[in-house]
């Protein structure tokens, strides 16, 4: 029952900015982290960023200086804001939670959100 939708992604020219959201809904108790992936085409699926429960980042070396995660726990949204944003990021975004029953963990992933980046 729980669902992860993303938003934001489209159409930008390099050095343009974009903010991807994503909304969480359904019975999670416990969430340990959330995350953006990315999938470029013809290649391995690659964390882009992270921030765990603590309010901790980390980031993917290539996107470092340029997106910025963050979290709103009322709405229950995480948020990648990405600036300068160069042809090589182009891809499908996904977000993630990792959550937890006790010390269970469980993974959970939105449908993904389209990210190109063109002149």
């Known amino acids: 029952q729980v669902q992860l939708v993303e938003s934001g992604g489209g159409l930008v020219q390099p050095g343009g900015s974009l903010r991807l959201s994503c909304v969480v809904s359904?019975?999670?108790?416990?969430?340990?982290?959330m995350g953006w992936y990315r999938q470029a085409p013809g290649k391995q699926r690659e964390l882009v960023a992270t921030i765990s429960s603590g309010g901790s980042t980390n980031y993917a070396n290539s996107v470092k200086g340029r997106f910025t995660i963050s979290r709103d726990n009322v709405k229950l949204t995480v948020y990648l804001q990405m600036n300068n944003l160069k042809p090589e990021d182009t891809g499908v975004y996904y977000c993630?939670?990792?959550?937890?029953?006790?010390?269970?963990?469980?993974?959970?992933w939105g449908q993904g959100t389209q990210v190109t980046v063109s002149s």
């Open positions: 359904g019975s999670i108790f416990s969430i340990n982290a």
């Open positions: 993630n939670v990792d959550a937890r029953l006790y010390t269970t963990p469980y993974n959970y």
